[in-house]
């Protein structure tokens, strides 16, 4: 581009035709920053705007000469997606100043001086003298159009599945129908294809699921209505309805309970009593999520074990899915949770997946304030670890007692509406 070499560093400092031409300069200088579009600003210690362009003026609807000299909060105000004005920790011009460290926002809106709300992207650089901060640099781009076409992006996404999973249910129920002795009458060869076909047609409409879930936590539609769950008790049943899967496949599947061995003699005898592990999660959404880890941990493990476990302290409770199979390679691992991620090796180019589900697993346990991660050894297995704040026995019923009253009024009101 011919402004950049209008501008470059050798023409200022050692070009001797350029030295001392500073009038010249300083007109190519301003050239250049009239004409780039973005909103570009310099602003002082004292949060004084020193310098406004042309693109910032049509970003905020501030006319150059009205910023020049003005308090850059009085011309930059930001708001989060939820139209919250950033504190001061969040704002990237204050954090610049406090740090001394280029700061970028890409999820930022600003109002405008007509009080219209912008999507832009933020780059703010520190002017550094004598490892002080001297000034900043801030950057804005307005990205109406970018956002607006994730936003299509994601809208297709979720309509597309959902609208293909209603016939891939029809046809799976029809396949269901056919296989049915008690209903139609068909031969082993017939049955052989259709049950290859009702299986595929099982996985489509789990990909349908998937695809329509993730762009649900995306946009942070994701549905959820949590509850006090004793995950203990939980995780015992979703474990005996997910072991057959690992046994089909010759695995040892297993669930572990908690590390604490107490012994009520009052029961006469020894007998173990098993802590309580209450969280406030949904309960259908942690089944997607075991299962989710379940199913990787059966699909990628060729022999040896399976387990779930459950433990925790007083603060957290954990869970683990484990696994004896290829183990993921370190380099893979901070990778793993985001979407469409697959390890690149030839058991992922065989066995099928899009690499969603690990992606679903985390926006589902973020909901609830936990967090996920995955300890592996190649070669060894891998385990996946999901903590929660744990609730105590009081906290557990408090909410439990919530839960009740909030039932129990549902009805009164619904009564009082219609
Ligand atoms: N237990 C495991 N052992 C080894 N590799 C694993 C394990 N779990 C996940 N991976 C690796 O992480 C990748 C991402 O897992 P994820 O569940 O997100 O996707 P997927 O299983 O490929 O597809 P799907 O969307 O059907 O779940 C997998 O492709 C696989 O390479
Ligand atoms: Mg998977």
């Not at 650089?125 to 900043?136: E, H, I, K, Q, Y």
């Not at 031969?187 to 294809?193: E, M």
């Not at 049943?237 to 057959?244: A, E, G, I, T, W």
Request: hydrophobic residues 40%; charged residues 25%; aromatic residues 8%.
């Amino acid at each position: 581009m011919g402004g950049f070499k209008l501008f470059s560093h050798k023409g200022t400092t050692k070009s001797p035709a350029m030295a001392g031409d500073l009038g010249n300069e300083k007109m190519k200088f301003e050239v250049i920053i009239n004409a780039i579009e973005d909103g570009v600003m310099l602003i002082d210690l004292e949060h004084t705007i020193q310098l406004f362009n042309p693109g910032a003026s049509r970003i905020t609807g501030w006319k150059v000469e009205d910023a020049a000299g003005v308090d850059v909060s009085a011309v930059i105000k930001l708001v989060d997606s939820k139209n919250q004005p950033y504190s001061d920790d969040q704002n990237p011009l204050m954090k610049v100043f406090k740090t001394g460290q280029s700061v970028r926002d890409n999820n930022a809106y600003l109002t405008n001086r007509s009080g219209k709300q912008i999507p832009v992207s933020v780059n703010v650089s520190p002017l550094v003298d004598n490892a002080t901060v001297s000034a900043v640099v801030a950057v804005f781009r307005d990205v109406g159009e970018e956002r607006a076409e994730e936003q299509r992006r994601a809208d297709f996404i979720s309509t597309a599945s959902h609208e293909m999973r209603t016939p891939v249910a029809a046809i799976e129920g029809y396949l269901a129908l056919a296989l049915n002795a008690k209903v139609a009458t068909i031969d082993n060869r017939a049955r052989d294809y259709l049950e290859k076909a009702h299986s595929s047609t099982q996985h489509l409409g789990q990909l349908f699921q998937d695809l329509l879930t993730s762009a649900k936590a995306e946009d942070g539609r994701l549905s959820s209505h949590p509850v006090v769950v004793e995950l203990g008790a939980f995780l015992e049943q979703l474990s005996n309805d997910l072991k057959f899967a690992a046994e089909k496949k010759g695995l040892f599947a297993e669930f572990v309970i908690g590390s604490s061995h107490n012994i009520d003699a009052s029961q006469g005898g020894e007998r173990v009593v098993r802590p309580l592990y209450y969280a406030f999660v949904d309960g259908d959404r942690m089944r997607e999520v075991v299962t989710n880890l379940f199913d990787n941990a059966v699909k990628y493990t060729e022999s040896g074990k399976v387990s779930i476990g459950l433990t925790g302290d007083d603060k957290v409770v954990q869970f683990y899915v484990r696994d004896t199979g290829p183990g993921i390679p370190a380099e893979d691992v901070p990778h793993l949770f985001q979407k469409f991620y697959r390890v690149d090796n030839s058991a992922t180019r065989t066995i099928g997946g899009t690499g969603l589900g690990l992606f679903i697993c985390r926006k589902i346990v973020e909901l609830y304030d936990g967090r996920i991660w995955v300890e592996s050894e190649v070669g060894k297995g891998s385990s996946f670890f999901i903590n929660f704040p744990r609730l105590n026995a009081k906290q557990a019923a408090d909410k439990q007692a919530q839960e009740a009253g909030n039932a129990e009024l549902q009805p009164i009101n619904s009564l009082a509406s219609s």
